[in-house]
């Protein structure tokens, strides 16, 4: 299985939204064991397809970072159909790395998708969990975590990273 390159801030392709899978097949499921490979090595807790290159709607979370293979969630079209209350707290992303800042998330969220075996499947998440769902599926609709900092915040970290482009660390 080959690690992908996971693909930074100022990419197209995270700045898109991305389109709905309509075939599970063996090349969706490399992509799926790849995208697992990949998130484990990073090391993150979550991976959406378009941060590797791909614009379809798929992503892979563990809250364990590897450390729980019970926690492994492969979830194919997610939706985020309810969204409750609300948790503040330091989030980062493997598409901005080197930075990160207090985003405010629904602290419960249930969500809808279908596994990599086209099964359909529901999750209700709290916390960590709804925080790394709502993060995902934001990839797939080409946000970022940045877009929920106040302007001044945001600026001032887009200029970082301007900065690092323009010196050819980014
Ligand atoms: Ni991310």
């Known amino acids: 299985m080959a690690l992908m390159e996971i693909k930074r801030y100022g990419e197209q392709v995270l700045s898109s939204p991305s389109v709905p899978v309509t075939d ?10 790849s995208m697992i490979e990949t998130m484990y090595a990073a090391p993150g807790v979550g991976l959406a397809a378009p941060q590797v290159g791909v614009a379809k709607r798929l992503a892979v979370i563990d809250t364990s970072a590897g450390e729980d293979p019970g926690k492994l969630i492969v979830i194919v ?64 609709n080409g946000k970022f975590f940045l877009d929920y900092l106040s302007p001044i915040k945001r600026e001032l970290i887009k200029r970082k990273i301007r900065k690092k482009m323009h010196s050819g660390e980014w």
């Open 77 to 140: 079209n997610p939706e985020i159909k309810v969204a409750e209350g609300e948790q503040i707290g330091d989030e980062g992303c493997l598409s901005i790395p080197g930075f990160s800042a207090d985003v405010s998330r629904p602290r419960r969220v249930f969500v809808t998708g279908v596994d990599p075996n086209g099964k359909p499947v529901e999750y209700e998440a709290k916390d960590l969990l709804a925080r790394a769902f709502c993060h995902e599926v934001d990839h797939l």
């Open 24 to 33: 599970i097949d063996e090349e969706i499921n490399r992509l799926v064991r």
